[in-house]
């Protein structure tokens, strides 16, 4: 039976670290949002509740169970009218009550879904059916030596609220589930419920597959064996450790061979998924009620308070940066990656169209000149944007919030190379000092005399020297080897330190070469 005879079937579970002020269940603070948690001192950020010492009591975090509400509404998910927290039981060193307190049968969150949009061509829109969202703490973090025979525990990350999302196996491509995961990180990321950074753990997924013969899930609905995909701290990770498995499980159904319901983990260095033990099931855990912990019981009004700081989702906002401001599809996409930088650049280009009366003198209507002009501004907003002042921010470990440049500089910026009044060169060296200085680019045009020249009476003599320095070229120009044209210009912008407006010194090469 060959390979493309088999269906697979995906599911995934994802744990979100909330960006709360204090941990889930204490008054601890939650720091992984300010630093990294292994730049923080082990064991600091602790307390008696999250390090589990007999007798203390946890307090259900308020904040924690908001941002989860959020992101249920978000979601499309039923609320509880009441939740309750379990005791999840099992013993493992990063667990130091040998339980954990999450929730099983009654979560905050049921019954959601969310479409994804497929980017590859000819391919349908997909819709992923979400079971369940609830929350729990995060456990310990285990450090294990290299080379060492030992492991140690920072309890600094135990206690941290964490939100847990299940879906439905609805998903049935690893570029299918890659997709999910970056769609629900946006969400994250725009509700501010979380940072939602997977290699630094703040979101964390694993995957479910199964394989089944296309016929056999076709007349009988019966999915096959159950493995789980765990240690996958990319979005790339998820999306090759699904191809992986799928190719291993298939060759082994064409084999006559039975797949085995097993967690295994992803070996990024191999490329490959590791046994690491058998699946577990619920009954395993040994769920019962936490009974330090009241019910959580939600009404109208409060649902309705959540609804009112609802905020706009990446496809909406991808939607309307195309058509509010003419960006590409796939500009827009990076721009709304990142909340700061999309702000950044919808106040840009606020900026610029207050500019446009400047920039057309011949039209007083402003929708009729923003509607000439938006889009050639807006490709060139996304390009300085998004790969020049983008590359700069990366070299220097800087984001947009912390740069000196304002959105109304860069917005004077932009136009200053609309109306050419910069060219390429002069323009990265201005960028490069506005990032230094935080400095109004036309000043720093006329402080560091960068501004093109732009008059023949400061161009003629520099084209002059040029045809006396190279009569060689000027006789074949003459003779009819029109491309050297450029080598002219480039002469030109050698001499004059690359200030020379290109187009008005080609215009003069060729009154007096003619």
Known sequence: ?????????????????????????????????????????????????????????????????????????????????????????????????????SQYDEPLCKNGKLEIENHRRGENNTTVGITRIHLEEDTARSIHPSGQKYSLIDFNRSGIPLMELVTKPDLHTAYEAKEFCQELQQIFKSLKISDAA???????????????PKTQITTTSKLGAKVEIKNLNSFKSVERSIEYEILRQSKLLSAGKKIISETRGWHEK????????????????????????????????????????????????????????????????????????????????????????????MEFDEDVAWQKHKKKLSKLTANWLINKLGGLLIAQKLIITSSKISPENFAEFITLIYKSRVNAK?????????????????????????????????????????????????????????????????????????????????????????
């Open 1 to 101: 039976m060959k390979n493309n005879a088999y269906l697979p079937t995906i599911g995934l579970e994802i744990h979100v670290q909330l960006k709360t002020r204090s941990k889930m269940f204490c008054g601890c603070e939650n720091n992984s949002w300010k630093i990294g948690l292994e730049e923080i001192k082990p064991n600091t950020a602790i307390c008696p509740v999250c390090t589990g010492q007999p007798g203390s009591l946890p307090v259900i975090n308020n904040e924690a169970v908001k941002m989860a509400v959020k992101a249920g509404l978000a979601l499309n998910c039923t609320l509880a009218k009441k939740s309750k927290f379990d005791r999840k039981n099992y013993f493992y060193p990063d667990l130091p009550k040998g339980y954990q307190i």
């Open 198 to 212: 997977m290699e630094k753990s703040q979101m964390r997924c694993e995957v479910n597959i199964s394989l089944a």
């Open 270 to 361: 191999e490329q490959k998924t590791i046994v690491q033990r058998s699946k577990e099931e619920a009954h395993d855990y040994r769920y019962f009620p936490e009974p330090d912990l009241e019910p959580i019981k939600f009404d109208q009004a409060y649902i309705n308070k959540i609804k009112k700081e609802s905020v706009e989702f990446p496809r909406a906002k991808i939607e309307r940066f195309e058509k509010q401001y003419a960006f590409l599809k796939s500009d827009a996409r990076i721009l709304i990656a990142n909340p700061d930088l999309a702000d950044f650049a919808e106040n840009v280009m606020s900026e610029l169209r207050v500019w446009l009366v400047d920039l057309d003198e």
């Open 426 to 514: 002069t323009a990265q060296n201005l960028l490069n000092i506005m990032l230094k200085t935080g400095g109004d680019p036309s000043d720093i045009l006329e402080d560091e005399g960068l501004y093109l020249l732009e008059n023949v009476a400061d161009l003629e003599p520099i084209v002059d020297k040029v045809i006396r320095d190279n009569p060689r070229q000027v006789k074949e120009f003459q003779a009819g080897k029109q491309t050297l044209i450029k080598f002219f210009i480039g002469r030109t912008m050698k001499e004059s330190r690359g200030k020379a407006d290109p187009k008005m010194a080609e215009e003069i090469f060729l009154q007096k070469l003619s």
